[in-house]
């Protein structure tokens, strides 16, 4: 760990520091090269724009001294920097605060040097300070891993169509559900919308009236991570909403979030949602100068009430990739969320249970105590399997904890992973079940 202020002289003379608002020139020219895609020559102005948004514009949880940048001394010039987004996220109901780190880089000359290494040491100090729980990242596979962090949660997936599964209106009919552009108005309805999709869903990022108002307005119209909100209407009343990128995906329009009011029925409105994302995507391949649309999307995660309302004319699958998550106290975290663990052991075939889990990660591990129902958790000091009554290699009980994998999964997929007798079975497959979820993180 760093445990050290900053600036910071690294060992071969290099300084991390906090960004000011003089480095948005140099961050945005750095992340708009070192983030443009594979055989691109020209930087990627839409990352630029994010990072711009983020140094130059009000932001509801950032400023620009959350940056974190190694400098050249020498020359001033940034070889390396992240950032950390602040944010609240919910597990069953139950929030609590959580730092992302973004846009990881490094110029390649100053690669293999552990610069990101102390960039992540820096970063999570800071989480921690704020009274985060845990952090999560978007990115590449595997490389975050390095730091702590384990892919544990869905992220993304979704199902899409093609033309001829667009659903056409007969000759005079009209459209029963219209759809119109969000604003600062429709605030309170869509922080009704995200309360009700969170509810679905095990872990969800919680929206609250300055996020969406910097949703609608905050965000430069260029910026990689802008999207569209649309309001979903029925003779003139809010019935649901949708979100949608402002720019296309290839020669796809998705939408990433899709939300109806109680009672308003998936299967008349969804042809309509269809409709609107076929047509806008065309007018989107025009302005930007492609061929054209060939598919429409609905980009929702795993399970989602718009799949099983229009299956057919969603035939593509894509499964789901995932978040990195990283939780540096275990006990404090189950800690967090028992009330919830609480209320899945009291409806389970167990309530009331008093004992004890061992749980051993080979090199730790974490002692769950029940108590009449009740949770609590404590760090187990092990080594190896000895006296576990579960063992799960390295992180791989972050995907048991947040829903990505069941227990029977993986000890299918690990075999130095398993659960010993009906009490532990048992007790953890009601407290840590598989369950979707769909997490719209805050950039």
């Known amino acids: ?159 899409a169509g093609y033309e001829s599964h667009v659903p056409r209106l007969k000759e005079g009919e009209e459209e029963t559900y219209r759809l119109r552009p969000a604003g600062e108005g429709d605030i309170p309805f869509l922080v009704e919308m995200d309360r009700r999709q969170r509810q679905r869903s095990l872990v969800g990022c919680v929206w609250d009236e300055d996020l969406w108002r910097y949703e609608l307005a905050g965000k430069s119209d260029n910026n990689v991570n802008r999207d569209l909100v649309r309001i979903v209407e029925r003779d003139g009343d809010c019935v649901g909403m949708i979100m949608h990128p402002a720019a296309l995906w290839g020669t796809m329009l998705p939408a990433t979030t899709f939300e109806l009011r109680p009672g308003i029925s998936w299967l008349a409105a969804g042809p309509a949602v269809i409709r609107y994302l076929w047509q806008t995507g065309q007018d989107m391949a025009r302005a930007e100068g492609k061929e054209g649309l060939t598919t429409f999307g609905f980009w929702l995660g795993s399970e989602h009430p718009a799949y099983q309302a229009m299956a057919n004319r969603l035939p593509y699958v894509r499964k789901p990739y995932a978040w990195y998550i990283r939780v540096a106290d275990l006990p404090d975290f189950i800690g967090r969320i028992a009330p919830f663990l609480e209320e899945r052991l009291a409806a389970s075939v167990a309530p009331g249970h008093t004992g004890e889990l061992k749980l051993s990660f080979y090199r730790d ?17 092990t080594i190896g399997e000895k006296g576990a009554n579960a063992v799960f290699p390295g992180l791989t009980f972050l995907q048991l904890l947040f829903g ?40």
């Not at 075999?415 to 805050?442: H, I, N, Q, W």
Request: aromatic residues 8%.
């Open 1 to 159: 760990m760093l445990k050290q202020q900053l600036p910071l002289t690294l060992d071969d003379g290099l300084i991390l520091r906090r960004a000011t608002e003089a480095d948005a020139e140099q961050l945005i020219e750095a992340h708009s090269n070192l983030h443009r895609d594979a055989g691109v020559e020209e930087p990627d102005e839409r990352v630029g724009a994010w990072v711009r948004d983020l140094m130059v514009r009000p932001h509801p949880t950032f400023d620009p001294g959350d940056f974190a940048v190694v400098e050249e001394p020498r020359n001033g010039h940034i070889v390396s920097s992240l950032c950390l987004i602040s944010q609240t996220w919910s597990y069953g109901g139950i929030q609590f605060g959580v730092g992302r780190p973004e846009l990881v880089a490094t110029h390649p000359d100053y690669r293999q040097r552990g610069l990101i290494r102390a960039l992540f040491d820096a970063v999570h100090e800071w989480s921690a300070e704020r009274g985060d729980k845990m952090q999560c990242i978007t990115g590449i596979p595997w490389y975050y891993r390095q730091f702590g962090y384990e892919m544990a949660l869905n992220l993304g997936g979704g199902r």
């Open 404 to 443: 990505y994998r069941s227990l029977e999964e993986l000890e299918g997929a690990m075999a130095d992973c398993y659960a010993a007798g009906d009490e532990a079975r048992v007790l953890l497959d009601a407290l840590f079940p598989k369950t979707p979820s769909d997490v719209r993180g805050v950039t």
């Open 365 to 381: 591990g974490l002692r769950l105590i029940f108590e009449d129902g009740r949770i609590g958790a404590q760090p187990w000091k």
